[in-house]
């Protein structure tokens, strides 16, 4: 070879390694301290039952109403003192008893309540102990976590005995006792070829308000754009018309009948198969969510929700190593805006480049009051007040106190207000994937956007979510953009239940047996392609509750009572409104929807606690009026 052939060939080789520099640079994390192995708690054994021989009873306990994640009731092993009772237990390797202690009405009243002595004995050994004295320190009138070190005893059989002592004239607990073992894993290293994955669940969206489902002329450009790099479900549907079963679905990949999400409270009605008092809005703590198959294999965590009902204190942010829930910082808005959740999510990331993670960020921005956080159009006239404020609980009182229902111009205006606030949304869009690149994350970042549910905007004669399942509430949108991922559009039907096997898939790591989700980049050539959703909390045509199921494919949608009474039938392609009831034809979905129910719909998994502001959190989002 010539000089001048050596030249461009050296040329060419110095062009390709400032090309993989550049690369290389690009991606490089940069300085970060090194945070340790990722620590993860897996759930060896949880208290069901009152143990046999002891005076102690599952019952509702609650030192103080509604007080930050240390107060409300909860379900606990309760005793007058003094009392004891003894648990037969394997100790594992690196296991630890945790839990929470209170005395009922300590945090009501104070000045009253005599110190009470808490102990945890293995043989006569004490692995934790406190005394809780209310009048002194008023902390202890609320529930005191416990955290028991059983690391001394792994591998042995042991007799665990609870005690508690004092002279106090009202009943005492322990809550939420369970024996975890820690784990340690190896953090990964971020690296190009292993993409990290990043969720962002935008609550209330509905799909067909978006350019990229056909909306036009389009509000969401930055989505748009995004989805054309991406693969676009074009059926994608939730698992509920609300946030806690739905969430609950994506995070665990169960349907809310087994994950046992399924609302709340005693005002909601609790079914005759949970505890007395049991709290069925917490996640249940031996059931993994796709954070804890991610820390499972070494990745990092991040979490932020500004939806109280999507919070450590329902379980949902379980899993997350790093999670952050955002209060409104403004009076005129009631929920934290996309702003603040990008602005955590981005000061993390330049500090975790170093790390592969998965991230999951929850937006409240499209959720009413309408017109809250993007730029409120104008109010025509004639409108009333309640619409004109774009708020679905103070509209449906309306609706039920006047029977008038809402005009065209109304209908219209409602929608120019939820549109308003999806145009915010999208502009905030824009600005987290310009800084997700200038940090170098853009092309190993595996983006995937969905909701946990839609929005009825008077389409069947009621507004907000929870009551029926038209795909107004449930169809939504899921996007897959990023590394690896070809573009393209799916006419399959696909649902909640598939984010979890599709982020363990992207992240490597195998996912729970039997799980009803695939992976939406690999799917299985066989499967049918129906999506089930459910709601404990329907509405019948009068009004009254009823608790609803749907089947869907991309051509037919089956809704009935869960009881059997009742069905609606519709042909999607012909009748997407869903106004034309073809349940007198027949349908296949039929028998689909009866072995669903009957293979999921099983008695909610036992939690020894609840949320402590259930309600609150259900009223602040207006399910509860």
Same mark, same amino acid.
């Given at each position: 070879?010539?000089?001048a ?6 040329g ?15 991606? *490089?994390?940069?300085?970060? %301290?090194?945070? !340790?192995?990722?620590?993860?708690? &897996? $759930?060896?054994?949880?208290?069901? @039952? /009152? ?14 109403p509604?007080?930050?994640?240390r ?34 009405g ?9 110190p ?47 005690e508690?002592?004092?002279? *106090?004239?009202?009943p005492? %607990?322990?809550? !939420?006792l369970?024996?975890?073992? &820690? $784990?340690?894993?190896?953090?990964? @290293? /971020? ?28 509000p ?16 994608a ?25 399924l609302?709340?409270s005693?005002q ?13 809005a ?30 450590? %204190? ?14 409104a @910082? ?7 805006r ?66 008038a ?5 109304e ?41 946990d ?38 006419e399959?039907q ?8 599709t ?68 042909h ?11 349940s ?13 129910q ?15 502001q259930?309600a ?10």
């Open positions: 070879m010539g000089r052939g050596r030249g461009w060939l050296a060419l080789f110095g062009l390709v390694a400032l090309a993989a520099l550049a690369g290389a640079l690009r991606w *490089a994390p940069g300085p970060a %301290g090194d945070p !340790g192995p990722v620590v993860l708690e &897996r $759930v060896v054994w949880e208290l069901e @039952a /009152a143990p046999p021989g002891t005076s102690m009873q599952l019952d509702v306990l609650e030192p103080v509604f007080v930050d994640g107060g409300g009731r909860r379900l606990a092993l309760v005793a007058q003192p003094p009392a004891a009772a003894e648990l037969a237990l394997e100790i594992p390797a690196g296991g630890v008893l945790r839990g929470a202690v209170g005395i009922e300590a945090g009501v009243e104070r000045e009253r309540v005599e009470v002595d808490f102990r945890v004995l293995v043989g006569d050994e004490v692995a934790w102990e406190a005394t809780l004295d209310p009048r002194r320190r008023a902390a202890e009138g609320r529930w005191v976590e416990v955290e028991a070190d059983l690391g001394a005893f792994a591998g042995q059989q042991v007799r665990l005995r609870l508690v002592d004092g002279a *106090a004239d009202r005492v %607990g322990w809550s !939420g369970r024996l975890v073992r &820690r $784990v340690e894993r190896p953090r990964v @290293a /971020a690296h190009p070829d292993a993409p990290n994955v990043l969720v962002l669940l935008v609550d209330t969206l509905r799909a067909d308000v978006l350019g990229a489902y056909g909306a036009s002329p389009s969401t450009p930055a989505l748009d754009a995004l989805a054309r790099r991406g693969l676009v479900f074009e059926h549907l939730a698992a509920a018309p609300w946030t806690m079963p739905s969430v609950a679905s994506i995070l665990t990949g169960l349907h809310p009948a087994s994950h046992g999400v609302g709340g005693e909601w009605g609790v079914p005759a198969d949970v505890p007395p008092g049991a709290d069925w917490v996640l249940a703590h031996g059931i993994p969510t796709f954070a804890e198959l991610a820390q499972d294999a070494g990745v990092t965590t991040f979490g932020v929700s500004t939806n109280p009902a999507v919070a450590r %204190g329902t379980n949902l942010g379980r899993g997350f190593e790093t999670f952050h829930e955002l209060a @910082a403004e009076d005129d808005v009631r929920w934290a996309a702003r603040a959740v990008n602005d955590a999510f981005l000061e993390w990331a330049a500090d975790h480049r170093a790390w592969r993670f998965v991230a999951y960020l929850h937006y409240m921005d499209v959720h009413g009051p309408y017109g809250d956080v993007g730029a409120r159009p104008a109010t025509p006239a004639g409108v009333r007040p309640q619409v004109a404020a774009g708020d679905p609980p103070r509209i449906r009182r309306n609706l039920r106190r006047t029977g229902p809402l005009t065209p111009v209908v219209g205006h409602l929608h120019d207000l939820y549109r308003a606030d999806v145009v915010a949304w999208d502009d905030e869009l824009a600005r987290l994937l310009a800084e997700l690149a200038g940090l170098g994350l853009d092309d190993r970042t595996v983006v995937l956007v969905t909701a549910h839609g929005e009825e905007l008077f389409e069947h004669g009621w507004v907000g979510h929870g009551s029926h399942l038209y795909d107004e509430s449930i169809r939504v949108p899921l996007i897959v953009s990023g590394p690896g991922v070809a573009p393209g559009r799916s399959r696909v649902g909640g239940v598939d984010v979890l096997p982020v363990a898939a992207l992240v490597g790591t195998a996912t729970p047996d039997d799980l009803p989700g695939h992976d939406l980049l690999n799917p299985p050539d066989a499967e049918p392609g129906i999506a089930f959703a459910e709601t404990r909390f329907g509405r019948r045509a009068d009004g009254t509750g009823a608790a609803l199921v749907a089947a869907r494919t991309p051509e037919w949608k089956l809704i009935r009572f869960a009881n059997g009474d009742g069905a609606e039938l519709f999607l392609p012909s009748d997407p409104a869903e106004r034309v009831d073809r007198a034809d027949g349908s296949a979905l039929v028998d689909a929807l009866a072995f669903w009957e293979s999921t719909l099983q008695a909610s998994p036992v939690r020894a606690g609840g949320d402590p259930v609150e959190r259900l009223r602040a989002l207006g399910y509860l009026e």
